[in-house]
């Protein structure tokens, strides 16, 4: 196995949105990045696993995937697939003068997976998104956008949730990550989540260790980290604000808190992004 994780690049320098079908072609692949994009996948035929920071996510179509810059992710798939991906640089978002759009964007971005119930919809819209994505007129960058817009609205719409309560019950450790994962106020403490899960610091940290040789608290703060990057490179909120939203009492606590596990300060990893 490779000491480094590969980072692959699927789209033109001059390009800043890239929508196309899914390769049928591909069934397994390496563990990678991408180069300074987001990507959102739909897969409405096929079959396997999808591997997203060592996560793994069943392919049981419909289902969307939300890759961001950071994370590692690659596929084992046993069946054929089928659907489409969209790759979106930053600058697109930046050039974007749709406040709503970016709020949606927002919104799915702290996403990894999402079920889908309306893929008849959802397939119109990505066969007019890969056609008008071809276009070069002076309207298709306007066209466009309001086609992304489209598409994250009704996602957000027809999103179902993949782990259900019998589920989460049965798997503390998937519990846990469910509740990082439910979008409520952030907490940096081990404990607050515990008593949420009916059980002990001491208990939730044995059983995180069992499942991923992590610490519970290990588990939360690369959570805080990555919600912070997140944040950091697909919106334009500041330091001080995105540091409320992570829950730190002041922005100092929290420009210390991400060198302390990215080794940079948040405006650093901001600007060289």
């Known amino acids: ?34 180069n300074n994009y987001f990507e959102i996948i739909y897969l409405s035929k096929g ?26 992710h690659y596929w084992e798939l046993d069946q054929e697939p089928e659907g489409f991906v969209v790759i979106i640089k930053r600058s697109f978002i930046e050039i974007s003068l749709d406040d709503e759009l970016k709020s949606l964007f927002t919104k799915i971005s702290g996403q990894n997976s999402l079920g889908i119930t309306d893929n008849l919809t959802i397939n119109s819209i990505f066969t007019l998104l890969t056609k008008e994505n071809r276009e070069s007129g002076k309207n298709a960058f306007h066209i466009t956008e ?48 515990a008593e949420q899960l009916n059980t002990s610091p001491q208990n939730l940290n044995a ?39 992570l829950g730190f009492k002041d922005a100092s606590h929290f420009v210390k808190y991400f060198k302390r596990f990215t080794e940079q300060t948040p405006q650093s990893f901001r600007n060289n992004a």
């Open 146 to 193: 309001g086609l992304l817009k489209a598409l994250l609205g009704k996602v957000l719409d027809v999103a179902k949730p993949l782990i259900n309560n019998v589920e989460i019950k049965s798997n503390l450790y998937q519990a846990y990550n469910n509740l990082l994962n439910a979008n409520n106020k952030i907490k940096n403490r081990v404990a607050f989540y």
């Open 1 to 34: 196995m490779s000491s480094s994780i590969s980072i692959k690049n699927k789209i033109e320098a001059d390009r800043v949105i890239k929508v196309s079908p899914f390769k049928k072609e591909i069934r397994r692949t390496t563990p990678h990045k991408h």
């Open 47 to 72: 079959g396997g696993n999808h591997f997203i920071d060592s996560r793994k996510y069943p392919v049981k179509p419909p289902i969307m995937y939300f890759i961001r810059k950071e994370q590692v």
């Open 207 to 245: 059983v995180c260790r069992k499942a991923t040789n992590k610490s519970a608290s290990k588990i939360l703060a690369e959570f805080i980290t990555n919600e912070a990057k997140r944040l950091l490179l697909y919106t334009d909120k500041s330091v001080s604000e995105i540091s409320i939203i």
